[in-house]
């Protein structure tokens, strides 16, 4: 039984399940706040943190987690003030981080293997902490989307409203950046920088394309989201091909058809 | 007298060095209905929003204590693709309802406001799908789901048709009467000020009157807030 535990498809099933369905939750509010340019920024970040990580020997996923949540703040606070627009705000940080990494990888000498693990995901790379840092922030993830769901529908739908209401609206955009932060470090890994942003975007928009109400967007976002990891998984382990890539056709080909049972 | 839910010392908002509203003074007493009026860019909705502490002001605001409010904005604009049903909507709302678990007992309070504001049937559908006046609707029963004291309505029949406009402001009008909720209501249009509201303040970047409508509402005001074509306005009653 403690061999099961140990196993790789363990291993690689338990991370791909935690971070389907904390990718479902997360994109939900991801797509309705019309924030789908930010986690790839998010991840960009996150992989100068991984550089800068390497360079300095500090935990890579903690050099991601901190680094994309620098970023986080940065670009709410620079959106809060009004001074550009968040598409804007998004580029400069985006293209800042990226040619931080680059230079860092350059400089590291960081192979191109490895470079591309980073890009697109290499799941059998992942080590036993991965999994236990995965399998916690997903639990985490449940637990502060079962207490704020309501609060976090409220801001996504109206926040003005939400704020006549007395909502601290600033204080939880904070927190689900941090939640989507230490998302985008732990998955980095697994699906790579490249198609963290997919991940949490298509499942969630498939099920907006089918669903009525908000309940039936949520939980049909986390069936599409492990649908498309486990296939995934399964097709990957089959065809020898990375995992990243094959998570993301199969949830757009979900996408599509959605698209066509559309309400 | 009623027992005075609000009152405005004095109240201006000053945004970026840019003073939009000066020198508002009034007070409100439970049960009436205060429009309030004046041009487009007047400060209507600036003055709305300082009450109820979305802007930052200066001057004096005293709400009576506890008091609990009800807003139905300006020209609601969501995401009209937005996963939201009716139901769903009205059950953030509702005390103690759980978004995932909803038990029959929130069901019948979001079942019986729908029906307070003749929007029964509209309860699983879809918000995006709603036409201007259902909206206004439901987003009335939004406001009034928590019982407010005072009901804020910011312009809420814009884009509304004329039969629309006239059952929203009946309905106003009854809720008032039957519940005693006090409300404040934005409008420009005179009509709408001389047939439902018991007192107005006219505004047009600082305050131009407060009082009756029929005493506060002088030529030289409608003149000063509307230029030269309202002064001649007739109302028919």
Known sequence: ?263 | MEREILSAKNLSVTIGGRTLVKGVTFDLHEGDILALIGPNGAGKTTILKALLGILPSEGEIKWQKKISIGYVPQRFTFDANFPLTVQELLSFRVKGARFWFRPKKTCTIISNILQTVGAEKLMKRRIGKLSAGELQRVLLAYALVDNPQILFLDEPVAGVDIEGEENFYNLITRLNKEKNITIILVSHDLNIVYKYAREVICVDKKMLCFGAPHKALTAEVLKEAFGRDVTSFKHKH
């Not at chain 1, 907006?208 to 990957?236: A, E, T």
């Open chain 1, 1 to 263: 039984m403690l061999e099961f535990f140990q196993s790789e498809i363990f291993r690689i099933v338990a991370v791909g399940i935690s971070i389907g369905i904390t990718a479902a939750m997360l994109g939900v509010f991801v797509i309705l706040r019309k924030l789908s340019y930010f986690p790839d920024a998010l991840a960009h970040a996150a992989l100068a943190g991984i550089a800068l990580g390497l360079l300095s020997k500090i935990n890579v996923v903690l050099g991601a987690a901190i680094f994309a949540l620098l970023m986080a703040l940065g670009i709410a606070y620079l959106e809060r003030k009004k001074i550009l627009g968040l598409d804007t705000i998004i580029v400069i940080f985006f293209s800042t981080a990226l040619a931080m990494a680059v230079l860092v990888a350059e400089f590291l000498n960081v192979s191109e293997e490895d470079l591309m693990g980073y890009l697109f995901g290499d799941i059998l790379k992942i080590t036993n902490e991965t999994v236990l840092l995965a399998v916690g922030i997903a639990l985490l993830a449940v637990i502060i989307l079962i207490i704020k769901f309501k609060l976090w529908t409220k801001i996504s739908f109206h926040s003005e409203l939400a704020l006549i209401e007395g909502v601290k609206v600033n204080r939880e955009n904070y927190l689900f950046m941090l939640l989507l932060a230490l998302f985008v470090a732990i998955s980095i890994r697994v699906v790579g920088t490249i198609l963290i942003g997919p991940l949490l975007v298509i499942p969630a928009a498939a099920a907006n394309n089918v669903s009525g109400g908000f309940r039936g967007v949520f939980i049909l976002s986390i069936i599409f989201s492990l649908v498309s990891v486990i296939l995934g998984i399964f097709l990957s382990t089959i065809f020898h091909v990375s995992l990243g890539p094959i998570i993301v056709l199969i949830a757009a080909a979900i996408f599509v058809i959605s698209t066509i049972l559309r309400r």
